[in-house]
């Protein structure tokens, strides 16, 4: 009863986290016990060794002999494993070559193919002849180049024949809507057709792609068996390097041998070799018997060799005709190319209003300064550019890349100074006058001082880098040649812009005799002399000096500061600025004359000197002189101006 009465302690319990979920031990008895209510997981790793030992032998005390003697019979067990099969790692290198072959033949299968005819050399080791058999085979379709320039020739025709009908289209509404019609279509099918040449051209990079996968996979899985055949490969890395070379060029050989039909046994060489002096034996004796004959037949062969290379000159002059004319017709339509061109005159549009304000932006300066290039471009060299780089274009496919043409075209800064001068102000002053008699008087009087004060300058620079100078870095050697071609012919649409840039379109020559009266004025003569320095100098969008040689605006201003005066780097409508209005009638050498309407821009958009007797020195292509009396200069004549 008394022992019934003790009271005794609660057992002391903890609960611990394990794999198999919430384990609650008792410590006072030892035993323990899963309280988690989750399902037990099935475990998937994989039972180790010492696992399984100890699985095996919990029931039982055990040795350190015993033990050493199972993991001992277990290593045995393993490496006989290792001999009956391969390598785990053997397994995966022959895995990923036959995936990659896999894969290869796959994208082999997706790829167009063709129906070709081949031949293939058999040789009979007991007979020692050689036979040919014909055999059909499928290969991949590549595209050739008579397909290409049949391609770029319907395309020069369709822009030949869409030319002839832009020039008669304003007549008749009817044919120009059913012309621009027949344009959207065409359109649509050139671009159907370049999607579907470039899906082809991907197909068979990737073919490529993955044979060259494939054939790596072999190489190192040929080396990795070279390897366990001779362990002390893996002594050296110089050796391991050179024998990894020497399989891949064994396999390179083994391939090419496959593809082209070639025997690679060491018995057909022999007999093939034996032949080989058999049939040079028989050569000389043929030839010592038979020389006469052999001379008159290298005779008609020299003959036919001739005339068969005079063929192929001819072969090649035609091809390279068509394909000039092919290869120099832009592909997008009229109405692309000039929309295009329009939104980057619109941009132009928006820098030359930004000039015209600088003054009401940045007020209350004493002087603006202005060194400007001219705000223009040449549209043939941007649609040049965009056909050489993105193919058949629209408007909105290229809208996005406009903007960086421009910003690197066209930089604009301003720049803030401020100098300290001197004035002469009159200022009044008094005094006081003492007389004889001793009184005074007080008078009035002026004096000058020189004051310092601060003069404000706003130094307004444009710089045009000229397109051409912009987009040819941006091509690479391919896309260079073509903007060159394309910028040759004018992409054969030359009536989309006309005489955009001022060329020789007048006429006139680098030699012209100016009247010796006219000489006698000093300041034309000065004129005249450095404007002569440059006769023949080509005309380059941009170009402002000798160096880079001049277009209209630039030339006009070098001759001026070097020889009477200073306007700076403008435009033609900047020297226009600069001048006075002089009728025709009272014009006279030294004077300048301005064009308007040579492209598209508002006011003076061509500029030259007049020299007299309806003759001007100008910066066309090249600088030249040139007649003004022709019907281009007199339906683009401005007026004429004369410096101030």
């Known amino acids: 009863m008394k022992d019934e009465l003790m009271l005794h302690a609660r057992d002391k319990k903890v609960q ?31 039972t180790t060794e010492r696992t399984q030992y100890h699985s095996e032998k919990s029931e039982e005390k055990v040795s350190s002999k015993n033990r050493r003697n199972y993991y001992r019979k277990s290593t045995e067990t393993r490496e006989k494993g290792k001999d009956a099969g391969k390598s785990d790692r053997m397994d995966k290198l022959e895995n990923k070559a036959k995936k990659a072959d896999e894969k290869a033949q796959k994208a082999k299968d997706k790829v167009k193919k063709k129906r070709a005819v081949r ?32 391609s770029k020739a319907g395309a020069a025709a369709s822009g030949v024949v869409h030319g002839k009908v832009h020039e008669d289209g304003d007549d008749n509404y009817a044919v120009g809507g059913v012309h621009t019609l027949e344009g959207e279509a065409e359109s649509s099918i050139r671009t159907a057709n370049h999607l579907k040449n470039e899906h082809e051209a991907h197909q068979r990079k990737k073919v490529s792609k993955l044979e060259h996968d494939a054939e790596k ?38 391939q090419r041998a496959a593809q082209h039909g070639k025997k690679t046994a060491g018995s057909a060489g022999k007999a093939v070799g034996k032949t080989a002096d058999k049939i040079k034996e028989k050569l000389a004796e043929l030839v010592t018997k038979n020389k006469g ?73 004493d002087e603006y300064r202005y060194n400007l290039d001219e705000i223009d ?51 009044t002053g008094t005094r006081t006058i003492h007389h004889a008699d001793g009184t005074t008087t007080t008078e009035t009087y002026t004096y000058e001082v020189e004051v310092e004060y601060e003069y404000h300058i706003l130094t307004v620079t444009l710089t045009n880098k000229g397109l051409d100078a912009v987009v040819t870095p941006l091509l690479n050697e391919n896309q260079l040649r073509e903007y060159r071609i394309y910028q040759a012919s004018k992409g054969n649409r030359s009536y989309l812009f006309g005489d955009a840039v001022s060329g020789n379109v007048a006429g006139g020559g680098i030699s012209y005799d100016i009247p010796p009266e006219a000489l ?73 004359i301005f064009f308007q309407g040579t492209y598209n821009t508002s006011g003076a958009s061509h500029v030259g000197i007049y020299v007299g007797n309806g003759m001007m020195i100008h910066c066309g292509n090249p600088i030249q002189y040139a007649s003004t009396e022709t019907d281009y200069w007199k339906n683009h004549f401005y007026c004429f101006g004369r410096l101030n």
């Open 119 to 150: 031949y293939k050399r058999l040789y009979d080791e007991q007979t020692g002849r050689t036979t040919h058999k014909l055999r059909f085979e499928e290969e991949i379709k590549s595209p050739t180049i008579v397909g290409s320039a049949v």
């Open 520 to 592: 006698e004025d000093e300041d034309f003569r000065a004129m005249i002399t450095e404007a002569e320095k440059y006769l023949g100098y080509p005309y380059v969008w941009g170009g402002s000096s000798p160096s880079t040689s001049f277009d209209c605006s630039g030339f006009v201003c070098w001759v001026i500061n070097h020889s009477v005066g200073n306007v700076g780097r403008t435009t033609a409508n900047g020297l226009l600025s600069n001048c006075t209005y002089v009728s025709p009638e009272d014009a006279k050498p030294g004077d300048l």
């Open 377 to 427: 471009h040449d549209p043939y060299a941007l649609t040049s550019y965009l056909t050489a780089r993105y193919g058949n274009y629209k408007e909105n496919d290229v809208a996005g890349y406009l903007q960086g043409l421009f910003d690197e075209q066209y930089e604009l800064t301003v720049t803030p100074t401020t100098e300290i001068r001197t004035r002469t102000e009159t200022r």
């Open 217 to 254: 996979a072999h190489c190192k899985l040929r080396f990795e068996q070279e390897v366990e055949k001779n362990p002390e490969i893996k002594k050296s890395v110089s050796r391991q390097m050179q024998q990894k070379r020497q399989i891949k060029r064994e396999y390179q050989n083994a």
């Open 293 to 365: 004959v052999l001379v008159a037949f290298a005779g008609i062969g020299l003959f036919i060799i001739l005339i068969a290379s005079m063929l192929s000159s001819c072969g090649a002059m035609f091809s390279t005709g068509g394909g000039a004319v092919a290869t120099s017709t832009y592909l997008s339509t009229d109405e692309a190319i000039v929309n295009t061109n329009d939104a980057y005159s619109d941009l132009e549009a928006g820098l030359q209003r930004q000039v015209d304000n600088i003054e009401s932006t940045y007020p209350g300066y």
């Open 16 to 46: 611990h986290m394990t794999k198999d979920g919430l384990v609650e031990k008792n410590l006072a008895t030892g035993e323990g016990e899963r309280v988690s209510k989750r399902n037990v997981e099935t475990s998937l790793d994989k």
